[in-house]
Every structure is written in C-alpha cells, then in structure tokens.
C-alpha cells in the first residue's frame, strides 16, 4: 500500500492548512487510519486517528478543538484540517494505515507510512 500525503506548505500563525492522504488500495477501507508528525530533532508524535468507519475519532491534547480528522466515502483518502494554527505546529506529517479497524496514537500499531508534508507556521 501506497499513502501520498499533500497540502503542506508554509502559513502564518492562526491560519489554516487542509492535509489529504491517498491510499493506492482500496483495502484500506477496512482499516484505522492516522496522522503522526516530527519536528527536527524530535520523536515522531501521535495527532490523530480516524477509525474505518469515519465515526470514531481521537486526538493528542495539544490539537484538540483545532485540528479535525475525516475521511470520504470510498475510505481511502485521510483528511487533516488545521485551524489555528502555532509555530509549534512546524513539522513534517505522516499519514499512517492501522494494523486493525481502529485508530490508535501508538506508532507501533500501523502498518504502512506515507512519505511526509512538510508544514510551517511562522510567527
């Protein structure tokens, strides 16, 4: 499986930035899908996950009431809306397909990994 993440791209404080993720399989319709993201220097850290029905979402603290998770109908494509965005927001993201049906904020529970957007936000 194949993940393509796109929509990063630099913004000022406050703004907003939509991140979509598309997978090559349609398989994935099956299974829990997340966001991840690494600053320089730091571990790579939970955002959020969707389950495979779209109805179950959860998130790190840090993000909540900003960002919100989706995904279409078909279940392949992962959506990441940021509003309100902070510098520290700055980092590459990564979309993630779960082992299983349900999202998890653990990294050790996916399976397939997309490549990266970067995302900026200046002050």
């Known amino acids: 499986v194949q993940l393509v993440e796109s929509g990063g791209g630099l913004v000022q404080a406050g703004g907003s930035l939509k991140l979509s993720c598309v997978a090559s399989?349609?398989?994935?319709?099956?299974?829990?899908m997340g966001w991840f993201r690494q600053a320089p220097g730091k571990e790579r850290e939970f955002v959020a996950a969707?389950?495979?029905?779209?109805?179950?979402?959860v998130y790190t603290d840090s993000v909540k009431g900003r960002f919100t998770i989706s995904r279409d109908s078909a279940k392949t494509t992962v959506y990441l809306q940021m509003n309100s965005l902070k510098p520290e927001d700055t980092a590459q993201y990564y979309c993630?397909?779960?082992?299983?049906?349900?999202?998890?904020?653990?990294?050790?529970?996916?399976?397939?990994w997309g490549q990266g957007t970067q995302v900026t936000v200046s002050s």
């Open positions: 993630a397909v779960a082992l299983g049906p349900l999202g998890s904020t653990s990294r050790d529970r996916y399976r397939y």
């Open positions: 399989r349609r398989t994935v319709s099956n299974n829990g």
């Open positions: 969707i389950d495979w029905r779209g109805g179950d979402t």
